[in-house]
């Protein structure tokens, strides 16, 4: 299923590819992501709304989704990336796979890190930015990057939300 490149030892971790990865499969997954709360009421019930059961997530609630909910949000997106971004290695992907697992766990925590109001300047998803979506469910369906919906007009700030940084004085 994935290109001949995926499993060549040859060379170390590609990091622009790594980033390239990144970028694609959050831009997939944005798209799966509105289009399973959109599409049709049933498919929501069937696929992402098990995942919602959890309004206030923590960090195990990362991978807690229904056989239907992680083909659409996490299978066909990793597949699409692979054919997209060819050209990798194993051990890009490896960084790729690794990077990707660990950014899924810390945005469904409910821990505030340090470095959030750089990565929110930046445009990178945060806890507080995923949290809002679990709380309103039409806003913030990016996962690594805020960047698609800013684009499409989707994007709600935790501070415009909760009129403070997330969590701050919890």
Same mark, same amino acid.
């Given at each position: 299923?994935?290109?001949?490149?995926?499993?060549?030892?040859?060379? %170390?971790?590609?990091?622009?590819?790594?980033?390239?990865?990144?970028?694609?499969?959050? $831009? +997939?997954? !944005?798209?799966?992501?509105? +289009?399973?709360?959109?599409?049709?009421?049933? @498919?929501?019930?069937?696929?992402?709304?098990? !995942?919602?059961?959890?309004?206030?997530?923590?960090?195990?609630?990362? $991978?807690? %989704?229904?056989?239907?909910?992680?083909?659409? @949000?996490?299978? &066909?997106?990793?597949?699409?990336?692979?054919?997209?971004?060819?050209?990798? /290695?194993?051990?890009?992907? @490896?960084?790729?796979?690794?990077?990707?697992?660990?950014?899924?766990?810390?945005? !469904?925590?409910? +821990?505030?890190?340090?470095?959030?109001?750089?990565?929110?300047?930046?445009?990178?998803?945060?806890?507080?930015?995923?949290?809002?979506?679990?709380?309103?469910?039409?806003?913030?369906? %990016? !996962? &690594?990057?805020?960047?698609?919906?800013?684009?499409?007009?989707?994007?709600?700030?935790?501070?415009? +939300?909760?009129?403070?940084?997330? /969590?701050? %004085?919890?």
């Amino acid at each position: 299923l994935l290109p001949p490149s995926y499993y060549s030892f040859v060379g %170390g971790i590609q990091y622009t590819r790594v980033i390239l990865c990144l970028v694609c499969q959050d $831009f +997939v997954q !944005h798209v799966m992501h509105k +289009v399973e709360h959109v599409a049709h009421p049933k @498919m929501y019930r069937i696929s992402h709304k098990p !995942h919602h059961k959890f309004t206030n997530p923590k960090l195990f609630d990362a $991978f807690d %989704g229904s056989v239907p909910d992680t083909a659409i @949000m996490i299978l &066909l997106p990793l597949f699409v990336t692979a054919h997209v971004v060819r050209d990798c /290695n194993v051990w890009t992907y @490896m960084a790729f796979g690794s990077s990707y697992a660990n950014w899924l766990t810390l945005i !469904h925590s409910e +821990v505030t890190f340090p470095w959030e109001p750089l990565f929110r300047l930046l445009g990178l998803g945060t806890a507080a930015d995923h949290h809002v979506h679990h709380r309103f469910f039409k806003y913030n369906f %990016g !996962h &690594l990057f805020m960047w698609f919906d800013w684009i499409a007009g989707t994007y709600r700030s935790p501070k415009e +939300v909760w009129g403070k940084e997330f /969590n701050v %004085g919890v």
